[in-house]
């Protein structure tokens, strides 16, 4: 007999992308979603005939009159009463301002029952140092930062939103404290960050990495461009979280996952989509269903934090079927060779064009997240044990009035029984 869903029945409403082939956009979140049970509704910002890592696209764009119709076509039937609402992709500044009109709209229809509303914004902009959407609508996602429960920007979006450069842990912690304070963000969770042994931030490469990868943004992943640390080990993501104190300050956790070389699209679609019933899992196990922006209590350490154990599923989840995604994409990728080896393609320069061509629509189509052959992982996903958050502190950022200080090392001595059991803490100093 099968067992009763743990995410309670949610009702979201999805305002991103949508491709015919792939799974990007609200193609992946809607059915991501509802593989956890979540009754999901979807507005698509474009219709596109695939994502752009094929590097040919035939489609529109949604106007933000569109989207507003939409919207009220659902408001005139009385079926605007959402739980949760999941903004992605937006490609103008005014559907964007036309969205936080409906973010507001929904916020305020839940302003006498405290947690019945929340908004997650994924505030798709760019990645590795360049925008993908125009300049003008970076401060109308600033404006839409107050009224948002969660954002999930990858690194580059932090720095623009928080005017904060990220270099290291330390400049990171910053960036979200700012967010915190500056615009009351309750809940934070980056991405995608990539760095050193020493708490460093990595340069970025173009295609190089696993990051938050969201539609239309150009490919993230390449099997021939994947930079590893100076000590020859997998290349990782860190993955960082907070949720805010009552003060605004950060409880930051982190979570580091190995980076697989390969070209994949939507897993920042992926990611928004698996923590929405995630979160609401562990918020309602936690009992915070009923409070503001779901909230934890300030003596909450981070890594026990709802957002925290959410994170750590949806990761072993992405894991998972991504390990598979791309053991999948090798075979794949060896009958072509296997294919191209036999030759009769024709020489020259024409040729090799065609060969290439044909080599990225090849990979692209292989490494297509194979979410809907691996729903088992997204239930039920395996191996949370290797994926579970630690506790970040970083000195001048997060510390609180009588937490211990670091050692000249830049380690905190919790020690058996110390103030927050299982944390790890890293301090980044200034070196003579």
């Known amino acids: ?6 995410v309670p029945e949610t009702r979201v409403l999805a305002i991103a992308s949508h491709v015919v082939y792939g799974y990007v956009g609200n193609k992946m979140a809607t059915f991501v979603m509802q593989s956890l049970g979540c009754d ?4 698509n910002t474009v219709n596109y005939s695939n994502h752009t890592a094929y590097k040919q696209v035939k489609g529109t764009k949604t106007s933000a009159e569109q989207i507003e119709e939409l919207y009220e076509g659902l408001k005139q039937s009385y079926l605007n009463n959402f739980d949760v609402l999941l903004s992605g992709y937006m490609p103008s500044a005014e559907d964007v301002q036309t969205v936080g009109q409906i973010g507001r709209d929904l916020k305020f229809n839940a302003t006498t029952k405290p947690g019945s509303f929340f908004w997650v914004l994924d505030p798709v902009m760019g990645d590795e140092g ?5 300049e003008d609508e970076v401060p109308q996602y600033k404006a839409l930062l107050r009224e948002a429960d969660l954002i999930l920007p990858n690194q580059f979006e932090a720095e623009l939103l928080s005017d904060t450069k990220i270099t290291d842990l330390h400049s990171l912690a910053t960036a979200i404290k700012t967010l915190h304070r500056t615009y009351h963000v309750p809940h934070i969770i980056i991405t995608s960050l990539r760095l050193s042994h020493a708490n460093h931030a990595l340069p970025s490469k173009s295609s190089s990495g696993i990051q938050s990868s969201r539609h239309p943004s150009p490919p993230v992943h390449s099997e021939d461009n994947v930079e590893q640390e100076d000590d020859g080990q997998q290349d990782t993501m860190t993955i960082i979280g907070s949720t805010a104190r009552s003060d605004h300050t950060p409880r930051l956790f982190r979570i580091d996952i190995p980076a697989y ?10 990611f928004a989509a ?3 019933p995630r979160l609401i899992e562990a918020v309602h196990a936690a009992h915070l269903s009923t409070t503001r922006s779901w909230q934890s209590p300030d003596d909450v350490p981070a890594a026990e934090l709802p957002l925290a ?11 998972a079927v991504l ?6 994409a090798k075979k794949e990728m060896a009958k072509f060779e296997a294919e191209e080896g036999r030759g009769g393609r024709g020489t020259g320069e024409e040729a090799e064009r065609e060969r290439e061509r044909r080599r990225t629509v090849r990979l692209c189509r292989a490494s297509e997240v194979r979410v809907v052959r691996n729903v088992r992982d997204l239930v039920e996903p395996p191996d949370l044990e290797r ?8 000195e001048g950022v997060s510390r609180l009035a009588g937490e211990p200080m670091a050692d000249e090392l830049g380690v905190i001595h919790l020690g058996i029984g110390g103030m927050k059991d299982g944390a790890v803490h890293v301090v980044n100093r200034q070196r003579g």
């Open 1 to 6: 007999m099968a067992s009763e869903p743990t």
């Open 40 to 43: 999901v509704s979807a507005i």
């Open 130 to 134: 360049k925008l993908y959407i125009p």
């Open 261 to 270: 070389p390969l070209l994949f699209s939507g897993t920042g679609d992926m």
């Open 274 to 276: 698996l923590t929405i």
């Open 309 to 319: 154990k959410a994170t750590q599923k949806v990761l072993a989840s992405m894991q």
């Open 323 to 328: 390990g598979k995604t791309a053991a999948f």
């Open 387 to 394: 994926f579970k958050a630690t506790e970040v502190s970083v």
